[in-house]
């Protein structure tokens, strides 16, 4: 079988999005929760071949779009990456946008806003422009909320850490400055990743978590590390774990996200602030609660996200397993 897809890359503040412009399949579903089901049981080899070594790499991660199952919004899209196909990804989604509306893929139904349905639900997004450039993207995420208070966890080397479990897209397991955990600018990245992969497993062992409005969205998929900031005028950093190897250059929308349900549900973080966060490289995301809220009777927020992404390339990949036998890529 020999497939070519039309991709182009782009970086949303440092981490990489690859959209697939041109031979994206045909999913079978009423909505992107249904058809991602259908991409991860028929087509996940498309996602392993675009994301994976020699064509990807640990940090890649990417979106394929379709049309929208209802006619008020202007997109529907999935995320893959490297771990499979997140619910909802922030810097996709700033990554996705800039390059759909730089290239025409999107034609607005309003010039500035976008409804994109995403697996996770609904997300609204704001864009400005200078002439052809899109120069920011503000993404109004999926309701997020704090999950879990205070569970335990054995970490290699640092011994047991106490974590919060927030939902804000995907499900963050977020360890704080404590007493075995001095913060990330004390560790190298690749101890966080190492640590976190372990954590990640301990975690989804010994606790449960699903979403109570959509059971396919379950289990703890990042870790995020808290630390000092880097720029004294920002609210708080960190660096978030994905997939096996990864660890986000960009400040993480659905991190963000997650991360400022749990300031809200500690009356740390209130409607009308910014919340300028930090990556482990320094690039920044402005969050803001934008509405209060529920989900499964637990208080939520809803926030926003914005950030900026670059196009770098394009890049004609070629998938064919007669001719490569790395054709649907490795991990070592
Ligand atoms: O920005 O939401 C995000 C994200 C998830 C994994 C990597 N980035």
Not at 3 to 26: E, S
Not at 27 to 38: P, T, Y
Not at 83 to 102: D, K, R, W, Y
Not at 253 to 266: E, I, L, N, P, V
Request: aromatic letters at 10%.
């Amino acid at each position: 079988m020999k497939k070519t897809f039309f991709c182009i890359d782009a970086h949303t503040c440092g981490n990489p999005v690859r959209l697939v412009a041109g031979g994206g399949p045909t999913l079978i579903g009423e909505n992107m929760s249904e058809k991602r089901q259908h991409f991860l049981k028929e087509y996940d080899w498309i996602r392993q071949g675009l994301m994976f070594e020699p064509r990807g790499h640990d940090m890649m991660s990417g979106s394929i779009l379709f049309p929208p199952h209802s006619p008020e919004n202007d997109v529907a899209v999935l995320f893959i990456e490297t771990s499979g196909c997140l619910p909802m990804c922030g810097h996709g989604t700033i990554g996705t946008i800039t390059i759909a509306v730089e290239e025409g893929l999107i034609i607005p139904k309003t010039s500035g806003i976008i409804r994109m349905e995403a697996p996770a639900g609904l997300v609204m997004i704001e864009y400005k422009q200078e002439g052809k450039k899109v120069k920011s993207v503000k993404l109004t995420n999926v309701a997020s909320f704090l999950a879990a208070e205070n569970i335990t966890v054995e970490c290699p080397d640092l011994g047991t850490l106490t974590v919060d479990v927030s939902y804000g897209g995907n499900f963050y397991a977020i360890v704080d400055v404590q007493e075995n955990f001095k913060g990330l600018q004390h560790y190298t990245a690749d101890q966080l990743i190492s640590w976190s992969r372990v954590m990640r497993k301990r975690i989804n062992e010994q606790y449960t978590f699903v979403h109570p409005d959509n059971e396919t969205i379950n289990g703890c998929s990042h870790i995020l590390w808290t630390g000092d900031v880097l720029d004294p005028s920002s609210t708080a950093r960190n660096a978030v774990f994905y997939g096996d190897k990864a660890i986000d250059r960009s400040p993480c929308g659905t991190g963000t996200s997650a991360r400022m349900a749990q300031w809200y549900a500690k009356g740390k973080l209130k409607m009308g602030y910014n919340f300028v966060h930090e990556s482990i490289i320094g690039s920044k995301f402005i969050g803001r609660i934008e509405e209060e809220t529920t989900v499964g009777g637990k208080p939520a927020i809803r926030p926003s996200i914005e950030g900026w992404a670059r196009i770098y390339g394009y890049n004609t990949i070629n998938i064919d397993d007669e001719d490569d036998p790395y054709a649907f890529g490795f991990q070592v």
